[in-house]
């Protein structure tokens, strides 16, 4: 049994709680520069990608077995989508529009754009690992990434996940129907990754933990990449 006085005490607290969380996360204020930054330099390299004869998406896309010579691809591939469906590019950069406001917002803009981009590189290991013959296009890793962040940042600021819940489990769902030629590796890989990172970000928010932040962000990166050498090992390419 609780007194009403407890109760109004703890509920007048909560925000306090949520608050000094957001704070400690250094969140950026004004616009969220680096989303629209993201979305624009996608839209422009989509629109370069359509022209006829364009060599852009070849010369974008990842596939497993360019890895050793042409690493770059991994990251790369985020900025081309399938020329054949509009709604690729379109679903992605409206995930974007939404989530990415929120989280810079929250987490500050290089702490997003870190996120973002170590994100889709974990799409593209474990397209790597799981499809290595597969050429993937599209920031669907990255964005399965904001999604995962969100989620777990959300948890710790006590809000309903139902939703994005929901939101996940139906994307990761649709990408293992057969016909919808979905990369859900690249969902997966993405979605545990910008997970880890939101983690990271939570528990390092004190300002004397930057660099032990960064040293593990920089962990996470080092792990990718010694995965990235064993599948290439483990595949001959």
Same mark, same amino acid.
């Given at each position: 049994?609780?007194?009403?006085?407890?109760?109004?005490?703890?509920?007048?607290?909560?925000?306090?709680?949520?608050?000094?969380?957001?704070?400690?996360?250094?969140?950026?204020?004004?616009?969220?520069?680096?989303?629209?930054?993201?979305?624009?330099?996608?839209?422009?390299?989509?629109?370069?990608?359509?022209?006829?004869?364009?060599?852009?998406?070849?010369?974008?896309?990842? *596939?497993? $077995?360019? +890895?050793?010579?042409?690493?770059?691809?991994?990251?790369?591939? #985020?900025? !081309?989508? /399938?020329?054949?469906? =509009?709604?690729?590019?379109?679903?992605?950069?409206?995930?974007?529009?939404?989530?990415?406001?929120?989280?810079?917002?929250?987490?500050?803009?290089?702490?997003?754009?870190?996120?973002?981009?170590?994100?889709?590189?974990?799409?593209?290991?474990?397209?790597?690992?799981?499809?290595?013959?597969?050429?993937?296009?599209?920031?669907?890793?990255?964005?399965?990434?904001?999604?995962?962040?969100?989620?777990?940042?959300?948890?710790?600021?006590?809000?309903?996940?139902?939703?994005?819940?929901?939101?996940?489990?139906?994307?990761?769902?649709?990408? *293992?129907? $057969?016909? +919808?030629?979905?990369?859900?590796?690249?969902?997966?890989?993405? #979605?545990? !990754?910008? /997970?880890?990172?939101? =983690?990271?970000?939570?528990?390092?928010?004190?300002?004397?933990?930057?660099?032990?932040?960064?040293?593990?962000?920089?962990?996470?990166?080092?792990?990718?990449?010694?995965?990235?050498?064993?599948?290439?090992?483990?595949?001959?390419?």
């Amino acid at each position: 049994m609780h007194c009403p006085e407890c109760i109004k005490e703890a509920k007048a607290g909560a925000p306090r709680q949520k608050s000094a969380i957001l704070t400690s996360l250094r969140r950026s204020r004004g616009a969220p520069v680096v989303t629209y930054s993201l979305i624009g330099v996608t839209a422009l390299i989509y629109l370069l990608q359509i022209l006829p004869g364009s060599p852009v998406t070849n010369a974008l896309v990842y *596939f497993g $077995p360019f +890895t050793p010579s042409e690493p770059w691809r991994m990251i790369t591939a #985020l900025f !081309v989508h /399938s020329q054949g469906s =509009l709604l690729h590019i379109l679903f992605n950069m409206f995930s974007l529009f939404i989530f990415g406001p929120l989280l810079e917002g929250m987490v500050g803009r290089a702490r997003f754009l870190a996120l973002y981009f170590v994100s889709g590189l974990g799409g593209s290991v474990a397209v790597l690992l799981l499809a290595p013959v597969t050429p993937v296009v599209g920031a669907s890793g990255a964005i399965f990434g904001l999604l995962g962040a969100y989620f777990v940042i959300q948890r710790k600021l006590g809000g309903t996940n139902v939703q994005i819940l929901i939101v996940i489990v139906l994307n990761l769902v649709i990408g *293992f129907v $057969p016909g +919808t030629n979905i990369a859900w590796q690249a969902h997966l890989g993405g #979605l545990v !990754v910008g /997970s880890a990172v939101a =983690l990271v970000y939570l528990r390092t928010r004190r300002r004397d933990q930057k660099s032990l932040q960064i040293g593990l962000i920089a962990g996470i990166v080092a792990v990718l990449i010694a995965v990235t050498v064993a599948a290439i090992q483990l595949y001959g390419f």
